[in-house]
């Protein structure tokens, strides 16, 4: 198995401008995160789908941002316009969960995408 | 709430052995992990451990776990330099399976 894969692996961008993160989850895996990472303020949750559905889009910081998954296979993060705030490591994760009162939760991390706004 | 604390930065010789702690504060967790993340990399899952276990032995590592003080430990024995690298602690908790909370992570440092 290829593992999550991200693109692009960095992005530099002007503020103002739109970009677009991408991600395949792990097949067979029914559940999605994207997080962001930071020196100041660490591994944020930004998004969480389940089964393709968003569930918790709680730790989007801003009407910017936006993540779509429109199949299994495939997710989107973007932000638009971004700032240089927005500068962070970008992580896609995949999981199984099985519910059912099982809360183990491993969760496979892609390889980050690292994003400067200037 | 959720809130997963943990020293930031650790120091240790090659050979010796590595000791990372972490405090968490929810009592309902269930499952608490050990990720690890080298240099431009994504975290990897190191090892678990159940809440109703106290101790854990895979290898090299072993965790322990203190429910009464919420308190979790990774030891790693004979700390190698390729064990250079942040290690985050994280929780999940039966209301929210789906979510971990992670600590801040621990950047630990092996000098020869």
């Known amino acids: 198995d290829a593992g999550v894969i991200q693109s692009p692996r960095h992005e530099v961008t002007e503020m103002g401008q739109e970009v677009t993160l991408r991600c395949k989850p792990i097949?067979?895996?029914?559940?999605l995160f994207w997080y962001r990472q930071t020196m100041m303020r660490g591994l944020e949750l930004l998004i969480y789908?389940?089964?393709?559905?968003?569930?918790?889009d709680s730790g989007m910081p801003e009407d910017r941002f936006s993540a779509k998954m429109p199949n299994a296979s495939f997710s989107t993060l973007k932000i638009q316009p971004s700032e240089p705030r927005d500068s962070a490591v970008y992580f896609c994760?995949?999981?199984?969960?099985?519910?059912?009162?099982?809360?183990?939760?491993?969760?496979?991390f892609g390889p980050g995408t690292r994003l400067t706004v200037l | 709430g959720e809130d997963v604390e943990q020293s930031l930065f650790l120091s240790v010789r090659e050979g010796d052995s590595s000791v990372i702690n972490c405090t968490y504060t929810?009592?309902?967790?269930?499952?608490l992990y050990w990720y690890k993340q080298e240099p431009g990399a994504g975290l990897q899952l190191l090892t678990y451990?159940?809440?109703?276990?106290d101790m854990k032995q895979d290898q090299r590592l072993t965790v322990l776990l203190n429910k009464k003080d919420k308190h979790l430990s990774l030891r790693i024995a004979d700390t190698q330099t390729g064990d250079s690298a942040i290690y985050f602690c994280?929780?999940?908790?039966?209301?929210?399976?789906?979510?971990?909370?992670f600590g801040a992570g621990t950047t630990v440092t092996v000098r020869a």
């Open positions: 994760a995949s999981s199984l969960v099985r519910g059912g009162g099982s809360s183990y939760n491993e969760q496979f």
């Open positions: 097949s067979g895996h029914n559940s």
């Open positions: 789908f389940n089964n393709n559905v968003p569930i918790d």
């Open positions: 929810d009592s309902s967790s269930t499952y």
């Open positions: 451990i159940f809440s109703n276990m």
């Open positions: 994280a929780e999940s908790m039966a209301r929210n399976d789906y979510k971990l909370s």
